[in-house]
């Protein structure tokens, strides 16, 4: 059965974009992308201090992150159905009212669970952006094409997530960690406004349901697809070993090295730009090696210094410069693999590329929130929990990936 609606989506990967539809800017899209993981990140560094803030502990404090991390995948998971049925844009500004709403809650939270409910509420939001802006790129383009427009938007969206916690850091330190969510809200402002002078609608063949009931079905129409399944768990998995890092990498820093949560932002840096060079050398030579040999290397590229990272760890001689230095090597591979998996988990049909888009945002983001929870409760004086996580997500994405290529 898996078979029979591989083939059958197979005629419809390839379909021709339609003609005549106003395709927005690369850089309206890159920003709509950037608010979710900007949101995101920017809040990182001033983890350890809020634990003092609000008299809380550091698991519950880590909710911030988990809590964010699920409501993407929900977000995720609710935005693309709706998109293939009402459109792109009416779902895009609805979910920016809301991402603007949980931003008020957290402003005014006097205590750690409402600003982990205010999270909630961005994450919900600002998870249409990261959503439509690939369901917008396969309305207009073809697969190979698209997993290089998908390269470009990525590799130009990490500046948001590097100057994250670069600013996050700088802002906790100078004025608290209201000041951070001030920033965010004035970020979210520039983003509407280019959305609304420049994103058009681009999905116009909204007749392939008549239901709400058969949007929700189609997630297990592509969840039978071999080829969907491959494509979708290889991203999810990849991203969770990254948000295992980004889950202790600033207690690694600040409590482990004793280094600041500034200090955190900079050496993020390195992993945003060792990503973005993944994703700019994955759009350049997109069109000349297949999606398919680009997730191939790239996976095995993250889980071969997974590995050294490891050995490192466990030979007691890790240092702060070779953490983040190994790091940066996966997050290269990672740079190959994302792209081009996000670009085949919306071709494999594209009249449901918004419900993929979701399903497959969804799983990236539950299973990467379950990692990092793992390492939020584990991490104590050693950087091991993180590494271990690490090493298991890129493992399994390596594997998700052999699984969706196997062919009978």
């Known amino acids: 059965m898996s078979n029979q609606i591989d083939r059958d989506a197979q005629g419809r990967s390839d379909a021709s974009p339609p003609a005549g539809v106003r395709r927005p800017p690369l850089w309206s899209l890159i920003l709509i992308t950037a608010l979710s993981p900007f ?18 502990s550091r698991g519950v404090v880590g909710f911030s992150l988990t809590g964010y991390l699920l409501g993407m995948a929900v977000g995720q998971l609710a935005c693309g159905p709706l998109s293939d049925r009402y459109g792109r844009r009416p779902v895009l500004f609805g979910g920016l009212v809301v991402f603007f709403v949980g931003s008020v809650f957290c402003l005014v939270a006097t205590d750690i669970w409402p600003l982990i409910a205010g999270r909630v509420l961005q994450a919900l939001g600002a998870s249409a952006g990261m959503v439509l802006s690939r369901a917008i790129v396969r309305d207009l383009y073809d697969r190979e094409r698209a997993a290089q427009m998908i390269a470009y938007i990525t590799a130009g969206m990490i500046v948001a997530p590097m100057a994250g916690p670069v600013v996050g850091g700088y802002l906790y330190e100078l004025f608290g960690w209201q000041s951070v969510f001030w920033f965010v809200m004035a970020f979210g402002a520039v983003v509407t406004a280019a959305c609304i002078a420049f994103v058009h609608e681009t999905h116009f063949d909204r007749g392939v349901t008549t239901s709400m009931g058969e949007l929700w079905q189609g997630f297990g129409f592509l969840l039978r697809m071999r080829r969907f399944r491959g494509y979708a768990l290889q991203v999810a998995f990849t991203t969770a070993s990254f948000y295992s890092f980004l889950g ?5 820093t600040v409590d482990i090295f004793g280094q600041s949560a500034s200090d955190y932002g900079w050496w993020f840096v390195m992993i945003s730009g060792s990503y973005m060079t993944g994703n700019f050398i994955s759009g350049r030579i997109g069109m000349r090696v297949s999606s398919d040999k680009m997730i191939t290397l ?14 490192v760890t466990l030979s007691g001689s890790l240092t702060l410069p070779v953490f983040f230095l190994l790091s940066g090597v996966m997050s290269i591979g990672n740079g190959f693999s994302m792209p081009n998996g996000f670009a085949g988990a919306v071709s494999v049909d594209p009249t449901r ?3 993929a888009s979701g399903l497959s945002g969804a799983l990236q983001t539950a299973i990467g929130a379950l990692l990092l929870t793992v390492v939020g409760y584990t991490l104590a004086d050693s950087p091991l929990p993180v590494v271990l996580m690490m090493l ?17």
């Not at 920017?42 to 809380?56: E, I, N, Q, R, Y």
């Not at 790239?298 to 050995?311: D, E, N, P, Q």
């Not at 493992?395 to 196997?406: I, K, N, P, Q």
């Open 39 to 56: 949101a995101l990140q920017v809040l990182v560094p001033a983890m350890p201090g809020l634990v003092d803030d609000f008299g809380s």
């Open 248 to 252: 202790g990498a600033s207690a690694v």
């Open 298 to 311: 790239g996976t095995t590229l993250s889980m071969t210094f997974a590995f050294a990272l490891l050995v």
């Open 353 to 355: 590329a918004g419900t």
């Open 392 to 408: 298991t997500g890129s493992v399994l994405a390596w594997f998700a990936h052999r699984h969706g290529m196997r062919r009978r």
